[in-house]
């Protein structure tokens, strides 16, 4: 079974930096493209970057320049470094298996 577990969310003021993590079982995770998406209400879901088994990542947005992902796959585990956070930012964040989210995913608040 596949599973996805994220954490690393909180609450941080404009500004600040936060490391989301996602551990991955359950498949051959070094085999797969990984990615972070994010839900804003009022908003759908919308993709904020990806890192291909080749480590190869592109970003979209408003994330350039600002968040970093990453992955280690001898711990099967996905990363997402946030600095520079605006309000604009808070959403619940999920990883992806390839573009599909999976998982409860970490609320990430921006707010002073």
């Known amino acids: 079974e596949v599973q996805l577990q994220a954490s690393g969310g909180g609450l941080v003021q404009p500004g600040g930096s936060l490391r989301l993590s996602c551990v991955a079982s359950?498949?051959?995770?070094?085999?797969?493209?990984m990615s972070w998406l994010r839900q804003t209400q009022g908003k759908g879901l919308e993709r904020v970057a990806d890192?291909?088994?080749?480590?190869?990542?592109a970003y979209v947005g408003s994330a350039k320049g600002r968040f970093t992902i990453s992955r280690d796959n001898g711990k099967s585990t996905l990363y997402l470094q946030m600095s520079d956070l605006q309000p604009e930012d808070t959403a619940v964040y999920y990883c992806?298996?390839?573009?599909?989210?999976w998982g409860q995913g970490t609320q990430v608040t921006v707010s002073s």
């Open positions: 359950g498949y051959a995770f070094k085999n797969f493209a």
């Open positions: 992806g298996k390839g573009l599909t989210p």
């Open positions: 890192i291909m088994n080749d480590d190869k990542t």
